[in-house]
């Protein structure tokens, strides 16, 4: 595992914890691999019943690291195996998700919240899509989901528009579940997976399964966006838009 991405088991709950605060927990190759491998061998452990993804006190995820991108622009656009790994990973995993979100989610740290079962949000938690005017497309099936979960209008919003979402008008459009102070984040998604953990664990697969759907159909959605995003990445208008970022970091 990478030292950026730590796995621990607490009893049936695995905790997968995004840690490069430095960066606001923005994404690198080895850390998709890591949290790409710790769902994937969930499946492997009968005694692990849930699983919780959680990032830092400042920040959930701060999206890509926009370095990848540049570069994988650069490479022919291609997103790298170890993202759609990870992709597929969150589309393909029975074991229940419960999420713990303080600060910003922004990009696929927003979008990896449509495969949750259960979302703890702090109170001050923000979530942002910036893809459209990166000059890409959103991403992890999030344009299927999206609407599927908040209808046609908000999706809009937050993936085209770009419009970021609080806590309370996320938990409105149904992306979170439950809203937390933020030094009560953790401890309120622990107690949802411990809760998630002691039911009755094949009928709490079976049922989720029946509520989630086609698999299949994420799964090509997903592969479907990658290919898109490949053209974009390589558009005028994507290298426009990192070169603008980029300039402005300096």
């Given at each position: 595992?990478?030292?950026?991405?730590?796995?621990?088991?607490?009893?049936?709950?695995?905790?997968?914890?995004?840690?490069?605060?430095?960066?606001?927990?923005?994404?690198?190759?080895?850390?998709?691999?890591?949290?790409?491998?710790?769902?994937?061998?969930?499946?492997?452990?009968?005694?692990?019943?849930?699983?919780?993804?959680?990032g830092g006190p400042q920040a959930f995820c701060a999206g890509?690291?926009?370095?990848?991108?540049?570069?994988?622009?650069?490479?022919?656009?291609?997103?790298?195996?170890?993202?759609?790994?990870?992709?597929?990973?969150?589309?393909?995993?029975?074991?229940?998700?419960?999420?713990?979100?303080?600060?910003?989610?922004?990009?696929?740290?927003?979008?990896?919240?449509?495969?949750?079962?259960?979302?703890?949000?702090?109170?001050?938690?923000?979530?942002?899509?910036?893809?459209?005017?990166?000059?890409?497309?959103?991403?992890?099936?999030?344009?299927?989901?999206?609407?599927?979960?908040?209808?046609?209008?908000?999706?809009?919003?937050?993936?085209?528009?770009?419009?970021?979402?609080?806590?309370?008008?996320?938990?409105?459009?149904?992306?979170?579940?439950?809203?937390?102070?933020?030094?009560?984040?953790?401890?309120?998604?622990?107690?949802?997976?411990?809760?998630?953990?002691?039911?009755?664990?094949?009928?709490?697969?079976?049922?989720?399964?029946?509520?989630?759907?086609?698999?299949?159909?994420?799964?090509?959605?997903?592969?479907?966006?990658?290919?898109?995003?490949?053209?974009?990445?390589?558009?005028?208008?994507?290298?426009?838009?990192?070169?603008?970022?980029?300039?402005?970091?300096?």
């Amino acid at each position: 595992m990478s030292d950026l991405v730590t796995v621990t088991d607490e009893g049936p709950v695995r905790v997968l914890r995004m840690n490069r605060p430095e960066k606001k927990n923005a994404l690198t190759l080895a850390m998709y691999d890591a949290m790409a491998g710790a769902i994937e061998s969930a499946a492997e452990h009968p005694a692990l019943l849930c699983l919780l993804i959680a990032g830092g006190p400042q920040a959930f995820c701060a999206g890509n690291d926009i370095g990848d991108f540049v570069q994988m622009a650069s490479q022919g656009g291609a997103l790298g195996q170890p993202i759609m790994r990870f992709l597929h990973a969150l589309a393909r995993n029975e074991v229940p998700m419960v999420a713990a979100v303080r600060g910003d989610a922004v990009g696929v740290g927003t979008t990896m919240l449509m495969h949750c079962d259960h979302v703890v949000a702090a109170s001050d938690a923000r979530f942002s899509t910036p893809f459209v005017g990166l000059g890409l497309l959103p991403e992890a099936a999030s344009s299927l989901l999206a609407p599927r979960l908040m209808g046609h209008a908000r999706a809009f919003s937050l993936l085209v528009m770009g419009r970021p979402m609080d806590a309370e008008e996320a938990k409105a459009a149904g992306l979170v579940n439950t809203i937390a102070a933020p030094e009560a984040v953790d401890a309120e998604a622990m107690q949802a997976a411990r809760a998630i953990a002691a039911l009755p664990p094949q009928g709490v697969r079976t049922a989720r399964r029946l509520m989630r759907g086609s698999v299949e159909a994420v799964v090509a959605r997903i592969d479907q966006e990658a290919a898109l995003f490949k053209q974009r990445l390589q558009s005028g208008e994507a290298r426009a838009a990192f070169e603008a970022f980029l300039t402005r970091k300096r």
